[in-house]
C-alpha cells in the first residue's frame, strides 16, 4: 500500500502562484508514475501533470504547459507542482495520484489517490 498526502494548497489572486507538494509513504518502490489531478464543480477530474517515477519523463495538460511545472524528490518521496500565472479556472480540488501497475498518464490506471486540496483564484 502507499500513502499519499498532499500540501500547498489555498487562496490565490490570478496571476500569483502556488506550490503544492505530495508526499508518498508506504511500498514506494512500486510506484511507476505520479501524477497530479483536479477536479472543478460539475466537472470531471482530469490529469494536470505527471512524473515518471524513475526516468523523470513528464506528461501536462495543454491547459497548464508554460505555467505549470512539475518536479519530484526521490529521496523525499515527495512530488511537487509549482502553478505560476494562475487563472480563475485553474479553481478546483487537485488530487495528487500514483500508479504501481502502469507508466501512464491515463487516470483509470491510477490506483493510489490523495485526500485533495482545494486551490482556488480569486479574479
Known amino acids: 500500500q502507499v500513502q499519499l498526502v498532499e500540501s500547498g494548497g489555498g487562496l490565490v489572486q490570478a496571476g500569483g502562484s502556488l506550490r503544492l507538494s505530495c508526499a508518498a509513504s508506504?511500498?514506494?518502490?512500486?510506484?511507476?508514475?505520479m501524477g497530479w489531478f483536479r477536479q472543478a464543480p460539475g466537472k470531471e477530474r482530469e490529469i494536470v501533470a505527471g512524473?515518471?517515477?524513475?526516468?523523470?519523463?513528464?506528461y501536462y495538460a495543454d491547459s497548464v504547459k508554460g505555467r505549470f511545472t512539475i518536479s519530484r524528490d526521490i529521496a523525499k518521496n515527495t512530488v511537487y507542482l509549482e502553478m505560476n500565472s494562475l487563472k480563475p479556472e485553474d479553481t478546483a480540488v487537485y488530487y495528487c495520484?500514483?500508479?504501481?501497475?502502469?507508466?501512464?498518464?491515463?487516470?483509470?490506471?491510477?490506483?493510489?489517490w490523495g485526500q485533495g486540496t482545494q486551490v482556488t483564484v480569486s479574479s
Open positions: 495520484a500514483a500508479s504501481s501497475r502502469v507508466r501512464s498518464f491515463i487516470k483509470r490506471d491510477y490506483n493510489y
Open positions: 512524473i515518471d517515477w524513475s526516468g523523470g519523463r513528464t
Open positions: 508506504g511500498r514506494t518502490f512500486s510506484l511507476y508514475v
